[in-house]
């Protein structure tokens, strides 16, 4: 079963990281049935954002986070144990693989697992020549009292 969010809330609230929204709109309905862990992505300041991925009986060394080209990928694979011994087996460890597209100048800022938790957290840097800048306006000098100014020109012959 597959959820839909609504991301419109956040639109209103979201200064510049408008466009994340809308791309993580188009990724989640292009999810395969293969993707059954849950996440969640926290916008925790301006310019910084979480995502967290529930991964329990993942460890470390199965997940792999990826970032190139404004995509991050969180990929899991659960190394192949023995079938043998389990009566039940309800704890899933099918491989999965998340894409997330990133709006432009977000870098990731780091990851980390804990307690079956993959985070990730992300931070919108503009660079210095694209922010937008103060022009300041500056009075122009007020003619001095007493002195008239003339205009000249060629007189027309």
């Given amino acids: 079963m597959a959820t839909a969010f609504d991301y419109a809330s ?56 990826t970032f190139q080209s404004n995509l991050l990928t969180v990929t899991g694979k659960k190394q192949v144990s023995p079938t ?14 998340y894409r997330f597209e990133l709006a432009d100048h977000v870098r990731v800022n780091g990851a980390n697992l804990n307690n079956g938790l993959l985070t990730i957290a992300l931070v919108r840097e503009i660079p210095e020549v694209l922010e937008p800048r103060k022009i300041f306006i500056q009075n122009a000098p007020a003619p001095t009292s007493g002195v008239t100014a003339q205009i000249e020109a060629q007189k027309a012959a």
């Fill in 84 to 97: 043998e011994g389990y009566r039940h087996r309800g704890i899933a460890s099918r491989p999965f693989e």
């Fill in 10 to 65: 956040l639109h209103r609230s979201s200064g510049g990281f408008d466009r994340i929204f809308n791309l993580l709109e188009n990724a989640q309905r292009g999810r395969s049935s293969h993707d059954w862990t849950q996440y969640d992505i926290v916008k925790t300041d301006d310019d910084t954002y979480r995502i967290s991925i529930a991964v329990a009986g993942f460890a470390q060394d199965d997940l792999d986070v």
